[in-house]
T-cell receptor, first 113, second 111 residues
Framework: SQTIHQWPATLVQPVGSPLSLECTVE??????LYWYRQAAGRGLQLLFY??????ISSEVPQNLSASRPQDRQFILSSKKLLLSDSGFYLC????????????FGPGTRLTVL | AQTVTQSQPEMSVQEAETVTLSCTYD???????LFWYKQPPSRQMILVIR??????QNATENRFSVNFQKAAKSFSLKISDSQLGDTAMYFC????????FGTGTRLQVFP
């Protein structure tokens, strides 16, 4: 069966510090991968999605970036965090572009102080 | 641009009763999918039900069913025989290769 992991589960970082959040998927090949941010009491905002290794589409201009160094690994990064980067970050995967049922990871709660 | 609107920030229902959550969307796509996801306090996103836009028949999953009105771009979720475990945030989503999510409806089920 397929599983998706995210770490860390919780992170507290000072403003201006770097960020690296990791997401890995097991049990499937060539998944589509997604990074979402959920601000407190809000819906999900799509940040990045990837249909293959090295292929990243950015949805929202910001100081975040994403990379996909391996087929089932998706990394969200920042060189300098802002207060507004605080939120709940969710990684998701899907198998087919058309049948886009997405399966979500457990999320990372990021607090920038 | 695609949009998904959930006009009910909060809803409440008594256990065993029925509740309907509203969702409207706007898309220029001809073929797309619609989803309802549930996010309990654990914050794990769980798929509740899905609907293919090209299918006229409304999707049903046990106590959960949808009322899909394609011309009106409406996709409401009906929960029958509500249970305490249904307490959660519910998100409507629409899309093809990317999903656009609504802002969510917080559902509270009371005993």
């Amino acid at each position: 069966s397929q599983t998706i992991h995210q770490w860390p589960a919780t992170l507290v970082q000072p403003v201006g510090s770097p960020l690296s959040l990791e997401c890995t998927v097991e049990g499937t090949s060539n998944p589509n991968l997604y990074w979402y941010r959920q601000a407190a009491g809000r819906g999900l905002q799509l940040l990045f999605y990837s249909v293959g290794i090295g292929q990243i589409s950015s949805e929202v201009p910001q100081n975040l970036s994403a990379s996909r160094p391996q087929d089932r690994q998706f990394i969200l990064s920042s060189k300098k965090l802002l207060l507004s980067d605080s939120g709940f970050y969710l990684c998701a995967w899907s198998v087919l572009v058309w049948d886009n049922e997405q399966f979500f990871g457990p999320g990372t709660r990021l607090t920038v102080l | 641009a695609q949009t998904v609107t959930q006009s009910q920030p909060e809803m409440s229902v008594q256990e065993a009763e029925t509740v309907t959550l509203s969702c409207t969307y706007d898309t220029s796509e001809n073929n797309y999918y619609l989803f309802w996801y549930k996010q309990p306090p654990s914050r794990q996103m769980i798929l509740v039900i899905r609907q293919e836009a090209y299918k006229q028949q409304n999707a049903t999953e046990n106590r959960f069913s949808v009322n899909f009105q394609k011309a009106a771009k409406s996709f409401s979720l009906k929960i029958s025989d509500s249970q305490l475990g249904d307490t959660a945030m519910y998100f409507c989503a629409s899309g093809t290769d990317k999903l656009i999510f609504g802002t969510g409806t917080r559902l509270q089920v009371f005993p």
